[in-house]
């Protein structure tokens, strides 16, 4: 008998960039009819990759490798290539590894970094515009721009552009894009091969056939319950830094098939955010309300002590877990203190908030709703530890306090040269860290560790690559990676 005809080639649960880079990598690769369901209705598509910086952490051996990406990089950075320093695959694996304590899973970090070059190429190729990430990553001290290592480049105009490019790439290359579209369950053949999609639409339940599946739809971090459940308090009450859609469906659809979980399902992306962020993402602000740039000031919590060793390296190395560090403190706020001599190197964001402004140290500390005697004290003492030495934002400088129980690590400075500011801030979660497991294919595997036939991952969806926290850049990297991969291998499965 022969099988019977399906609705589509592949559907691809999601419109983030995951799961478009799936959609248009299985048109390339010869899928016929491509369907990307998207939960969320036309105004509010995309997912997180709407609301990110856009950033691609990529390794590359030389900086002129990045031509084809930026190829107009000089235009608004003079002396761009010559400025750039090569982050070559060990170096990715060797941040990768740091920050995840050495958990990360080995093969799909190689996976991830491996091809993170070749599928940046591929985006570019696509039509993703790329530039320089100015303002999220470089440090200009007089004439010399520094960047963070490996986090040089874009998309252009951040996720806003990315997402509008990857919507405009998919519907050019024939992919249909139902809005308002939810993948309700997932039902599987006689020989347990996975056939196709339950949808809830605006027209009620609905089943589409495919041939294959690719589930590219976030992670579990809009949904408090399954926060509670597998992360925790506070983290049920956490704001959301992005999308209100990603609640776990794709993770519940496939583990009901058997999927294997993979990675650190207590574990999750939240950074520190102004205390007065909406609770979920605003397609406007996007990522602006972040508030990075804490390793050129000092950090108090509500009882006024600090919690964090503000200086412990890079910020793109710890901001990923700040975040969770700041909403576990009494009330779940930080106050980030600047004084005027750093004020010039906050990022562009801060000017999204109000912060508390006063002309001495002692004002600053009577306009905040904290424990003010123990703050006095807290900040005289962190002005007492700091050492000697030449303060430089470029490197880890290593001027660090001394004789402090937390010490401040790096660039730390007196706070001593007025203006004072203080903005508060809140631990906003971003993206969670548990997934299904994938092969080198991207196809899912199930409780026997066999390949659930006919589905595959990508995205947030895929567990296994981050653990306690994550180098910045890595999750649209990730995305486009495996995304691509599943878009393939999905293809070339019929
Ligand atoms: C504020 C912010 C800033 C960030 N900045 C960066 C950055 O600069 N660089 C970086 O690498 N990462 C960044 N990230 C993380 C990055 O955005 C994510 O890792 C990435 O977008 C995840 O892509 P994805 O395609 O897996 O998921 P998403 O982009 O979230 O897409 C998921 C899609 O699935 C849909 N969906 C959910 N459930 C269903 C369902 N049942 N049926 C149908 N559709 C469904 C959603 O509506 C959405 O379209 C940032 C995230 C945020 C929130």
Request: glycine share 12%; net charge neutral.
């Amino acid at each position: 008998m022969l099988p019977p005809v399906s609705d589509w080639d592949v559907i691809v649960v999601g419109a983030g960039n995951a799961a478009l880079a799936a959609a248009v990598s299985a048109r390339e690769q010869g899928a016929r009819r491509v369907l990307a369901l998207e939960k969320a209705p036309r105004t509010l598509r995309g997912g997180n990759t709407h609301y990110s910086g856009g950033l691609l952490r990529i390794a590359f051996d030389r900086a002129e490798d990045l031509r084809p990406l930026v190829p107009q990089a000089e235009k608004d950075v003079p002396g761009f290539f010559a400025g750039v320093e090569p982050y070559p695959h060990k170096l990715f694996m060797a941040d990768l590894l740091r920050v995840t304590d050495g958990r990360t899973d080995p093969e799909l970090a190689e996976l991830l970094i491996g091809r993170s070059y070749d599928s940046a190429c591929w985006m570019a190729k696509q039509g993703i515009e790329m530039e320089p990430a100015v303002s999220l990553s470089a440090v200009k001290v007089g004439d010399t721009i520094k960047w963070s290592p490996g986090a040089v480049v874009r998309a252009r105009h951040e996720g806003v552009g990315l997402s509008a490019m990857w919507f405009k790439t998919a519907e050019r290359r024939g992919v249909e894009i139902r809005y308002d579209t939810a993948a309700v369950r997932l039902f599987q053949d006689k020989r347990a091969r996975v056939a196709g999609v339950l949808v809830r639409g605006a027209e009620g339940f609905q089943e589409l056939s495919a041939k294959a599946v690719i589930l590219g739809c976030g992670g579990f971090e809009a949904n408090p319950e399954w926060r509670a459940r597998y992360l925790g308090r506070p983290w049920d009450s956490a704001k959301v830094r992005g999308t209100r859609y990603n609640t776990g469906d794709g993770l519940r659809m496939a583990m009901e098939l058997g999927a294997l979980p993979h990675g650190q399902w207590t574990g999750c992306h939240s950074t520190p955010i102004d205390a007065n962020a909406p609770p979920h993402g605003d397609r406007k602000l996007t990522d602006k309300t972040n508030r990075l740039s804490y390793p050129y000031g000092v950090l108090v919590n509500a009882r006024g002590a600090r919690f964090f060793d503000e200086g412990e390296d890079f910020q793109f190395y710890t901001y990923a877990k700040l975040g969770g560090i700041t909403l576990n403190e009494p009330g779940g706020i930080g106050w980030q203190i600047f004084d005027a001599k750093v004020l010039h190197l906050l990022e562009g964001r801060y000017k999204t908030g109000t912060p508390e402004t006063a002309d001495t140290l002692d004002a600053l500390v009577d306009k905040l709703p904290l424990d003010r005697a123990v703050c006095r004290r807290t900040l005289e003492a962190y002005n007492h530890a700091v050492g000697e030495g030449r303060f430089d934002p470029t490197i880890r400088d290593g001027l660090a306090t001394h004789g402090l129980a937390l010490p401040k690590s790096n660039w730390a400075q007196r706070l001593d040269t007025p203006p004072f500011v203080a903005y508060p801030t809140t631990g906003g979660i971003t993206f969670t860290f548990g997934g299904v497991r994938v092969n080198e294919r991207a196809q899912v595997l199930g409780a026997s560790w066999t390949p659930i036939p006919g589905l595959y991952a990508c995205g947030e969806m895929v567990g296994g690559l981050f653990h306690g926290n994550y180098p910045g850049g890595t999750g649209l990297m990730s995305g486009a990676v495996f995304g691509r991969l599943a878009g393939a291998q999905a293809t070339g499965s019929f």
